[in-house]
């Protein structure tokens, strides 16, 4: 194939067909033209590891100067990326100019739907987190949680004066599994309400904003990628801890999402009745046996200790649980990572960590490589941030 076949067909690359602009509701095609799956690889590079030259792009995308060239001037019409500093090329007397996100090209909103409360990050086209509110709530039935969730957006338009027509979309992150026969969200109980709806269509229509949804596991994994772990290692497993466990897995910097969509469902490692999830109502459990008052799970993350009685004991009960997800997960995938996040509080997962065990049999008195087991580094608001790169994942980044 010849150099011009090879640049027109990346430029008439379309965009997968799940994320054609006049399927999603409410979403600004006019605005917004799809990215070919090239014009993804770069915007996404450029995204993760900053500026970059031309010849750095096509070195990493494995593409001819030429292509990239053409494909760079696209883009920067376009708005989404524009000339930076300009450095040494490494040849004398001549310099390269890098190329760089434009931040205000695009925003998104991230929501988290946590048991027992509420989260909205406002992000813009550049990852940065401009803003974000959390709420408790005393019931998480749909119109009370839509209610705040439209309260919280408007609170951050106003505070950032966010143009509309640079909205991009929502992005939801939900505990649940997805079902095989609609692909809906099969919620834990207490979200009864939110359970095997459509609920992209439905949080379209109650925020006036095209909305794409993912399991809590998977919108964090994804966060993690973008702003965490996943600066330094493109393959990793992510165990997710809140009132429940579950999580994602990188592959390449991608995420795995499976058949069905229910990939990084860790908890589901553990047979029923024999090893205790180890999760944050558990850990609640444990300290108020011990005599420490807090009601719920939000007020264990906001108040957290590790000098509670009743930490030990959690440890004690998690450590086995936690050992043989790793251990699973290593064996299965060999991660260059096991990353511990979600809203467990971060000195309790230095405190766990030394506890948990890869297990391996040796040969010949050799280990074989096993991956360290460390904390996330997104941060607490790892769902609501990776809720809101989803968009962008889904139709502009890769």
Not at 15 to 24: G, I, L, M, N, Q
């Given at each position: ?49 900053g500026p970059m030259t031309q010849a750095q792009i096509s070195q990493a995308i494995k593409r001819p100067q030429q292509t990239v060239s053409r494909l760079l001037s696209r883009l920067v019409e376009r708005g989404l990326l524009r000339p930076g500093e300009r450095v040494s090329s490494g040849k004398r007397g001549q310099l390269s100019v890098k190329m760089e996100i434009v931040p205000d090209y695009a925003y998104s909103f991230g929501i988290s739907i946590l048991w027992d ?228 509080p971060q000195s309790l997962v230095a405190k766990v960590i030394p506890h948990i065990e890869i297990y391996d049999q040796r040969r010949r008195s050799f280990e074989r490589p096993l991956p360290p087991i460390v904390a996330a580094e997104a941060g607490g608001e790892s ?16």
């Open positions: 194939m010849t150099q011009h076949s090879d640049t027109l067909r990346e430029l008439k690359q379309p965009t997968p067909k799940e994320f054609d602009p006049a399927s999603v509701k409410y979403f600004r095609g006019d605005i917004f033209e799809p990215n070919s799956d090239v014009e993804r690889d770069i915007s996404g590079l450029v995204l993760r590891r409360a509420v989260a909205v990050t406002v992000m813009n086209f550049g990852g940065k987190v401009l803003g974000s509110r959390q709420r408790p709530m005393a019931t998480m039935s749909h119109d009370s949680v839509v209610a705040e969730l439209r309260h919280m957006i408007g609170d951050l338009k106003a505070d950032w004066s966010l143009d509309g027509d640079r909205i991009f979309a929502a992005g939801v992150g939900i505990p649940g599994t997805f079902m095989r026969e609609t692909g809906q969200v099969n919620t834990p109980l207490i979200l009864d309400e939110w359970a095997n709806i459509n609920l992209e269509e439905a949080l379209a229509d109650d925020l006036e904003l095209p909305v794409w949804v993912d399991n809590d596991g998977n919108a964090a994994a994804i966060g993690e990628s973008l702003f965490g772990v996943g600066r330094w290692a493109s393959d990793f497993i992510y165990l997710y801890i809140d009132t429940g466990i579950g999580g994602g897995v990188i592959h390449s910097g991608g995420l795995v999402r499976g058949a069905f969509g229910n990939a990084g469902e860790l908890g589901q490692l553990l047979p029923p009745f024999i090893y205790p999830h180890p999760n944050l109502k558990l850990l609640r459990e444990l300290v108020c046996r011990r005599g420490v008052e807090v009601e719920t799970v939000s007020d264990v993350v906001n108040n957290f200790d590790p000098d509670w009685p009743g930490v030990d004991d959690w440890i004690a009960r998690a450590r086995d649980s936690l050992s043989l997800i790793a251990s699973a997960g290593a064996a299965l995938l060999d991660p260059a990572a096991i990353v511990i996040g979600g809203r467990i769902v609501s941030m990776g809720a809101a790169a989803l968009p962008f994942t889904k139709y502009t980044f890769r």
